[in-house]
């Protein structure tokens, strides 16, 4: 196992007491990164339906496609009879559906009685959580109540242990072997694919004798005029001279996650590039000046927006958010955001992807750093260059 058992019967003990607090007999969690979290299985089989069935007390049973029952049970802390494959039948079918199978085997369990002592928690936002997989449960468990657990786990999950630290902080070193390949190879005439490909070589390879993981979001390149927006990949285009490029990637390792971004330019800093580096940058170090236990997280947002304010600039969207297990389609833990808004306070390894990411007219700049919130003050994951790289020119 990744962890001890302690440790993963630890995480079980905070899930329930936070169960006990929302009125909750029962949780059924169908997020990834969450069962990862629970019960150590990892596989890339999230794509049929899969859960696991945390009751009030007793132990917890992990319900998956009965080919990838297996792959559960040597991945994961939880003992042969806890791991429930289903029938193949049941896996894309019009007419039926998985959960139909997995309620019936829970009644045979007598396991629907006691849940229905109280609500049983869904985790009504979860990426593969489908309206038809709802509709199965409804239908088949007419005795539960089921209400929204609103993230129950990955509130849990926000607080890390040493050893996740740890994991973390190989990840960075995969990040910074990522971030070293994309400036490496980005140069004009390079297509942007080779350079996507050269990315993901090293977020795979690892470095410094730790191995990479598959990341939950692929190398982010949006470039030229196309930086005015996140979230754009790669082209077949080739790079041009003048064009700056925003980089932004991750490092994983064992499924956690450390994120990255930084921008390249590609011959001399147009001078309102490096204006807006200047800003970002000041933006950033106040945030970070600002990051320690007890802290009001819309503290930190609070800083960023002076900050730009004296450079007569303003960012609408959130400056940051909680990270660490992460899976396809997103590397974030959904639930604490970097904004003016948010009511949460910043407590000791906490961990967070805090973006300077300040999108223009027909260009753009992107800065960010993964980062642990100490017993005193910050913990940079990475230590790349802070700074608008130029290459050429």
Not at 260 to 286: E, F, H, Q, S
Not at 326 to 340: C, V
Request: hydrophobic residues 40%; charged residues 20%.
């Amino acid at each position: 196992m990744l962890f001890s058992e302690e440790e993963y019967r630890a995480r079980l003990a905070g899930v329930r007491v936070r169960m006990t607090r929302q009125g909750l007999s029962a949780l059924l969690v169908t997020d990834p990164a969450n069962i990862y979290y629970l019960t150590g299985y990892n596989a890339w089989s999230f794509y049929t339906p899969q859960l696991v069935f945390v009751p009030a007390d007793g132990p917890m049973l992990l319900f998956t496609r009965a080919m990838d029952a297996g792959g559960a049970f040597r991945t994961s802390w939880l003992p042969s009879e806890c791991v429930v494959g289903y029938p193949e039948q049941y896996v894309h079918r019009p007419h039926v559906h998985p959960f139909d199978w997995v309620a019936f085997a829970l009644r045979e369990r007598y396991l629907i009685a006691p849940a229905a002592k109280g609500c049983v928690g869904l985790e009504m936002d979860s990426h593969f959580f489908s309206p038809k997989a709802y509709r199965s449960l409804v239908n088949a468990i007419p005795e539960w109540t089921l209400v929204d657990s609103f993230e129950l786990v990955n509130w849990v999950r926000s607080i890390k242990s040493p050893a996740e630290v740890q994991l973390m902080r190989g990840a960075a070193q995969v990040c910074m072997a990522a971030m070293e390949a994309a400036v490496e190879t980005i140069d004009v005439g390079v297509r942007q694919c080779d350079a996507a490909a050269a990315i993901s070589q090293a977020q795979i390879k690892g470095a410094n004798g730790i191995g990479g993981d598959y990341p939950a979001i692929v190398p982010m390149l949006p470039t030229g005029e196309a930086a005015d927006t996140p979230h754009l990949t790669w082209s077949e285009d080739r790079f041009e001279a003048g064009q700056a490029v925003v980089i932004e990637l991750a490092g994983a390792h064992h499924r956690y996650h450390t994120p990255l971004a930084r921008t390249l330019t590609l011959g001399k800093k147009p001078d309102r590039l490096a204006k807006l580096a200047d800003a970002v940058a000041d933006g950033l170090n106040a945030v970070l000046t600002e990051v320690q236990p007890g802290v009001p997280v819309r503290e930190l947002a609070r800083a960023w927006n002076w900050t730009l304010a004296k450079y007569g600039l303003e960012k609408p969207s959130r400056i940051g958010y909680s990270i660490g297990i992460g899976y396809p389609p997103d590397w974030g833990e959904r639930t604490i955001s970097i904004r003016s808004e948010d009511e949460s306070v910043l407590a000791e390894n906490m961990t967070f992807h805090v973006i300077g990411g300040m999108w223009m007219d027909n260009y753009g700049y992107e800065l960010s750093e993964s980062i642990r919130v100490t017993a005193d003050g910050v913990e940079t994951f990475t230590s790349f260059p802070r700074e608008l790289i130029q290459k050429g020119g």
